[in-house]
């Protein structure tokens, strides 16, 4: 399998946690390292596992759009706004 590798291109939050899950999963369960024992995945995790494969398979089949809407900041008065500018108040 690849690298894991953090400069990866950007991905929809959702799947990057799936990714990372994913990642976990086999570092758990894989021999890496000898003072390092393996283990097996908790139900839990393995419930998770599957619900992760499933995230990213729908994202790669381009069956689900995980595109997380930008908020839209609130409108500024500027310099480039069309509006009149406000009168000068003179002091008496």
């Known amino acids: ?9 950007v991905l929809p939050p ?11 999963a086999r570092m758990v369960t894989e021999q890496t390292d000898a003072s ?4 097996t995945l908790t139900p839990l995790e393995k419930s998770v596992e599957v619900a ?3 995230t990213v398979q729908q994202y790669l089949l381009g069956e689900m759009d995980f595109v997380e809407e930008a908020q839209s900041a609130p409108p500024t008065k ?3 706004d069309d ?7 003179s002091t008496p």
Do not use: T, W
């Not at 990057?16 to 990642?23: E, R």
């Not at 390092?36 to 283990?39: A, T």
């Not at 509006?83 to 108040?89: D, F, I, L, R, T």
């Open 1 to 9: 399998m690849g690298r894991y590798d953090d400069n990866a291109p």
């Open 83 to 89: 509006s009149a500018p406000e009168p000068v108040k």
């Open 36 to 39: 390092i024992p393996m283990r």
């Open 78 to 80: 500027g310099d480039d």
């Open 52 to 54: 992760a494969l499933r």
């Open 14 to 24: 959702k799947i990057k946690a799936a990714f990372d899950f994913l990642h976990h």
